[in-house]
């Protein structure tokens, strides 16, 4: 990666007691991201990503699916295949990647390995985090910077599962930082460095095609005063060196694959003759390119996949409102608001006002870039019908890491030392402390924001990813539960994770004896709002809520009273709380009543 010609101030040789802090911050975090893996089951989608990495490693081709490009999934796969995991052909990706995960008998070892994958893209976003930060405003700034980034919940968690969103926070950032170095001085090998990074970037998530260039237009305001260095030859070749390494980088993705695009249905072809006017732009592309022999012919349909998917919405959930193909333009900022730390988002403005007020300073507002990356990456998001994740805007967290250090550091040597200072370690010691409190749950982590009901106001990936059914199996077997209804939101076979005999929990069904349900199924899903009439005995992880229900409690049955408790059950359920994980995850407080026999277990 090319240096930041543009250094802000020359700052003092890294010492090598910074190296090694530095080295220890990363050190540190790993293990508390390796320290997940035997804690929670597969997350929704990592067996479809190990399948489709597997085919490409195994199989040598790519045809599982189109809509997620495949280098974070081949990284997946290297583990598993290296200990002796094979194909196996299933003509279904989640059977296929349930087949693989399961393999030998070798569960745990098999999922460990596939996230073991993802571990090198964390220690690379880590390193480009403090080298960036150290370019742009000094060592001490740069070390803050680097603890921060490796100290944030939703980058341990999603680090530590073998999906694609924490190799895209590598990849974007190194494409906007090497697109920077470019700006300030365009050569052939800082274009090639470019192409390089931007191709990674593209082989990482399609979702970079649309966050690169909105956040490279803002960088370029950022450095409006400094963009015009180098000739017009420089630059030209430069830029032919970038086109060249990208599209080489991306094609090599696909393993140099050259074939017929299919992006048009069935009925769009038959349409096609009839329709030769008036076509939009998109419209039009897709109709040039269909049938056409291409290289990479499956990024072309992933591309149409997405636009699919983009157009038709997915179901979300939001403020306790269930949102079906609709762009609410404010799930992403809610999502960064509630899932970052707080005293994070405090630091990270300090250091926003702190490069605003010296913007007129400053001769080329190269310090901004960081800033201007991450509005990039936001504003890109907020027309977004697929709102399932703050993981999907994850990359800016580096880029607020980085102005957040710049924060800290000018409010240390701020004028106002006596006051600056203490509140300074009031706010680390704030983020450290609810940072770690977090462990092991960092997937699930919300800030005071969410005011212990976390639940109603994000689920999905950001509380409930399937992520909990080996705590659930642990806790039907400390109350000797023998049967469930069970609504599990994941990809996991309930079956294999030690859990008693399992029935379907149907939607608009009541039923009654033990009867647990994901929180995605609870809060996102219609069909389960009888269960508010009940009080759950336990909130299991923190994304499976446990309940006993009692026949008469059911409308319909001997005694029952649709639900409702009558006063003695109200009073005698009064003293007692609700089981709830340790950690700073808390659901919605309630009372429960007393725990059913023994007895009971089995209906």
């Not at 880590?126 to 000094?138: E, F, H, I």
């Not at 306790?320 to 988002?345: D, T």
């Not at 950001?462 to 023998?482: F, I, N």
């Not at 923190?542 to 005694?559: C, F, H, K, N, V």
Request: some cysteine; aromatic content about 8%; hydrophobic content about 50%.
């Amino acid at each position: 990666m090319p240096g930041n010609p543009t250094r802000a101030a020359e700052p003092e040789a890294t010492t090598a007691h910074g190296r090694l802090l530095a080295l220890a911050l990363v050190g540190l975090a790993t293990a508390r991201i390796v320290a997940t893996y035997p804690v929670f089951n597969q997350t929704f989608d990592e067996p479809a990503h190990l399948a489709a990495g597997m085919e490409w490693l195994d199989r040598g081709r790519y045809a599982y699916e189109a809509l997620h490009p495949p280098l974070a999934r081949v990284a997946v796969a290297i583990g598993p295949r290296l200990s002796g995991v094979r194909s196996t052909g299933e003509a279904n990706m989640w059977r296929e990647g349930n087949a693989l995960l399961y393999a030998h008998g070798s569960y745990e070892r098999n999922l460990a390995m596939a996230r073991l994958g993802i571990l090198p893209f964390f220690v690379v976003a880590a390193w480009l985090t403090w080298a960036w930060a150290r370019a742009l405003y000094g060592d001490a700034a740069a070390l803050v910077a680097l603890g921060l980034f490796t100290t944030l919940p939703p980058i341990l968690g999603h680090a530590g599962v073998a999906t694609t969103d924490m190799a895209l926070v590598a990849t974007l950032v190194a494409a906007l930082y090497a697109f920077d170095a470019w700006l300030v001085r365009p050569s052939v090998a800082r274009g090639a460095w470019l192409g390089l990074a931007s191709g990674l970037a593209v082989l990482t998530k399609l979702s970079a095609l649309v966050f690169l260039p909105v956040s490279a237009l803002l960088v370029i305001a950022a450095r409006w005063r400094r963009s015009g260095d180098g000739t017009a030859r420089s630059r030209l070749g430069s830029a032919a060196a970038c086109l060249a390494a990208a599209s080489l980088v991306v094609w090599a993705g696909y393993r140099f694959e050259v074939g017929r695009v299919s992006v048009l249905t069935d009925g769009e072809r038959r349409e096609a003759g009839r329709q030769a006017d008036g076509l939009g732009l998109v419209a039009s592309a897709r109709r040039a390119v269909d049938g056409r022999t291409l290289p990479a012919p499956r990024l072309v349909e992933g591309i149409e996949l997405l636009r699919r998917k983009q157009a038709g919405g997915n179901a979300s959930y939001l403020l306790g409102e269930r949102l079906r193909n609709q762009s609410v333009w404010y799930f992403f900022p809610v999502a960064v608001a509630v899932k970052s730390p707080l005293p994070f988002l405090i630091l990270a403005g300090v250091g926003l006002a702190c490069l605003a007020a010296a913007l007129r300073r400053d001769a080329d507002g190269g310090r901004l870039v960081p800033a201007a990356a991450a509005c990039g990456i936001l504003l890109a998001s907020l027309p977004s019908h697929v709102n399932i994740g703050v993981r999907h805007v994850l990359p800016l967290l580096a880029l607020l890491a980085m102005v957040a250090g710049h924060g800290v550091i000018r409010l240390w040597a701020s004028g106002a030392a006596r006051t600056a200072r203490p509140a300074v370690a009031l706010l680390l010691g704030w983020h450290v402390l609810s940072t770690s409190l977090a462990h092991p749950h960092y997937l699930a982590y919300f800030n005071e924001l969410a005011a212990g009901t976390p639940d109603r106001i994000l689920v999905d990936s950001d509380l409930d990813w399937g992520q909990d059914l080996k705590q659930l199996a642990s806790a039907l077997r400390e109350r000797g539960v023998t049967r469930l209804s069970l609504a599990y939101f994941g990809s996991a076979d309930p079956a294999r994770h030690g859990l008693p005999p399992v029935r379907k929990l149907e939607p608009y069904r009541p039923t009654t004896g033990w009867v647990a349900i994901s929180v995605t199924k609870l809060r996102g899903r219609a069909g389960y709002g009888w269960l508010d009439a009940h009080r759950p005995v336990a909130i299991v992880g923190t994304s499976i809520w446990l309940y006993y229900i009692p026949e008469a409690d059911l409308p319909g049955r001997a005694g029952g009273r649709g639900g409702r408790r009558g006063p003695a059950a109200r009073r005698s359920a009064a003293g007692s709380r609700i089981e709830r994980p340790a950690g700073p995850i808390r659901a919605a407080a309630c009372a429960c009543g007393p725990r059913p026999p023994a007895s009971a277990s089995g209906r």
